[in-house]
C-alpha cells in the first residue's frame, strides 16, 4: 500500500515540477515573458509617478487625497483649493 502511494505522491510532484519548469521557462525566453515583465514596469512607474505632484514634489500614496471622483490630489493641493490661496 506505501508503494503505491509513494508512487502516486511522485507521480504529483514530477507533474507540479514540470509545469513549473515551463511556466519559469515562459516567462523568461518568450516574447509572452518579456511582454509580461514590460507591462509590469510600465505600471509600477505610472504608479510611481502618480504620487509626484508638479508644485509640491514627491508624496507618499498614503498622504494623497482622495476626491469624490476617485482622482487623488497631494494634501499641499488640496489645502490650497480649499483655502483658495493661490502662490
Same mark, same amino acid.
Given at each position: 500500500? *506505501?508503494?503505491? *502511494?509513494?508512487?502516486? $505522491? !511522485?507521480?504529483?510532484?514530477?507533474?507540479?515540477?514540470?509545469?513549473? +519548469?515551463?511556466?519559469? $521557462?515562459? %516567462?523568461?525566453?518568450?516574447? !509572452?515573458? +518579456? %511582454?509580461? =515583465?514590460?507591462? =509590469?514596469? &510600465?505600471? *509600477?512607474?505610472? =504608479?510611481?509617478?502618480? $504620487? /509626484?505632484?508638479? /508644485?509640491?514634489?514627491?508624496?507618499?500614496?498614503?498622504? *494623497? /487625497? &482622495? !476626491?469624490?471622483?476617485?482622482? =487623488?490630489?497631494?494634501? #499641499?493641493?488640496? &489645502?490650497?483649493?480649499?483655502?483658495?490661496? /493661490? #502662490?
Amino acid at each position: 500500500m *506505501l508503494p503505491i *502511494l509513494l508512487e502516486g $505522491l !511522485l507521480f504529483v510532484a514530477s507533474i507540479a515540477t514540470i509545469a513549473a +519548469l515551463v511556466f519559469v $521557462l515562459t %516567462r523568461s525566453s518568450t516574447p !509572452l515573458g +518579456l %511582454r509580461s =515583465r514590460q507591462n =509590469r514596469n &510600465r505600471e *509600477l512607474i505610472e =504608479r510611481e509617478a502618480e $504620487l /509626484v505632484c508638479p /508644485v509640491h514634489g514627491a508624496h507618499t500614496e498614503e498622504q *494623497l /487625497v &482622495r !476626491l469624490e471622483s476617485g482622482e =487623488r490630489i497631494c494634501p #499641499d493641493c488640496f &489645502r490650497e483649493a480649499m483655502k483658495g490661496i /493661490v #502662490d
